[in-house]
C-alpha cells in the first residue's frame, strides 16, 4: 500500500502559516529580541561558555 500525503493547507511543518513568507531577518530580528531580555551572563557563566568551545580535540572525542 502506498502512503498518500497531502498538502498541509492551514499551515506548513514548521508550524508557520501557509504561505507566510518570514524570511531569516524576521526570524534573526526575533532572536535578537529574546536575547535583549535575558540577564547578561555573570563571569563563572561566561567561563564555563568558553570551556566548553575551547576543549581540546581529544577530550571533544572522548565525549561523543
Known sequence: MTEQRTPVAAED????PAGAD???TA???RIKRI????PPLNDL???R????FHQPAEHKEKAA
Open 13 to 16: 511543518i514548521l508550524g508557520r
Open 22 to 24: 518570514h524570511g531569516d
Open 27 to 29: 526570524y534573526w530580528a
Open 35 to 38: 536575547a535583549a531580555q535575558a
Open 45 to 47: 557563566q561566561r567561563a
Open 49 to 52: 561558555i568558553r570551556a566548553a
